[in-house]
C-alpha cells in the first residue's frame, strides 16, 4: 500500500519561506509525477507545483517565480520550496504521487502565514 508522509509547514510570517517534504513508501509500478497541492479554507484543492518522472515541471499561476520543486536523491522523495509567502498561501498543503491507475496523497501539512 503506497504511503505518503509529507512534513514541514507551520507559522510563517508575511513575506516568509516555506520548505515542505514528501517521501513516498509501498509498492507501485511505475510514478508518472509527483507534487503538491493545496486547499485553503472553504476552498477547493488546486495544483501548487508538479514533478513528472521525466523532470518536466508544472506550476500554478499563483507561485510561479517563487517555487522550487525539487527532488530528493531518493527516488520518490520530492520537496516544495517557496517565499515571499502572503496571507493567501495559507492553505493545507498536500503531498501527491501519480501511478498508472490512481494517485496517492498524504495526509496533509497546515501553513498559516500571517499577515
Known amino acids: 500500500q503506497v504511503q505518503l508522509a509529507d512534513s514541514g509547514g507551520g507559522l510563517v510570517q508575511f513575506g516568509g519561506s516555506l520548505s515542505l517534504s514528501c517521501a513516498a513508501s509501498?509498492?507501485?509500478?511505475?510514478?508518472?509525477?509527483m507534487g503538491w497541492y493545496r486547499q485553503a479554507p472553504g476552498e477547493e484543492r488546486e495544483l501548487v507545483a508538479i514533478?513528472?518522472?521525466?523532470?518536466?515541471?508544472n506550476f500554478s499561476d499563483s507561485v510561479k517565480g517563487r517555487i522550487n520543486i525539487p527532488r530528493g536523491d531518493a527516488r520518490r522523495v520530492v520537496y516544495l520550496q517557496m517565499n515571499s509567502l502572503t496571507p493567501k498561501d495559507t492553505a493545507v498543503y498536500y503531498c501527491?504521487?501519480?501511478?498508472?491507475?490512481?494517485?496517492?496523497w498524504g495526509r496533509g501539512s497546515e501553513v498559516t502565514v500571517s499577515s
Open positions: 514533478i513528472t518522472s521525466g523532470g518536466t515541471t
Open positions: 509501498g509498492s507501485i509500478d511505475t510514478i508518472y509525477a
Open positions: 501527491n504521487e501519480k501511478g498508472p491507475l490512481r494517485e496517492y
